[in-house]
């Protein structure tokens, strides 16, 4: 079983960054592919980047590529989401996902285990 804790979130202005982070309690890291999700009010669960087991492959929605940045530490069991010239529209509670694999997906049926998720707001 994999426990995933985000943090990072919170309040920003336009044009501002952030970073978030996922603390995976799994003893095999390497071999699961990660991915990070958002969900704002009244809205379904939007697939934003996803990365490998190896952090090797990355993918991005297309909304959000050029601007933010997933990666991991297989060594401390972290996977981070760099957020740069964030948006109101970026404005959701962000998720932190596992999957059994080394590939990533967008479907977030197809992941395994589930952070509790972290606030981002970004103001105008």
């Known amino acids: 079983q994999v426990q995933l804790v985000e943090s990072g979130g919170g309040l920003v202005q336009a044009g501002g960054s952030l970073r978030l982070s996922c603390a995976a309690s799994g003893r095999t890291f390497s071999s699961y592919a990660m991915g990070w999700f958002r969900q704002a009010p009244g809205k379904d669960r939007e697939f934003v980047a996803t990365i490998s087991g190896s952090g090797a492959n990355t993918g991005y929605s297309d909304s959000v590529k050029g601007r933010f940045t997933i990666s991991r530490d297989n060594s401390k069991n972290t996977v981070f989401l760099q957020m740069n010239s964030l948006k109101p529209e970026d404005t959701a509670v962000y998720y932190c996902?596992?999957?059994?694999?080394?590939?990533?997906?967008?479907?977030?049926?197809?992941?395994?285990?589930w952070g509790q998720g972290t606030q981002v707001t970004v103001s105008s």
């Open positions: 996902a596992a999957r059994v694999g080394v590939i990533g997906t967008v479907i977030p049926s197809t992941y395994d285990y």
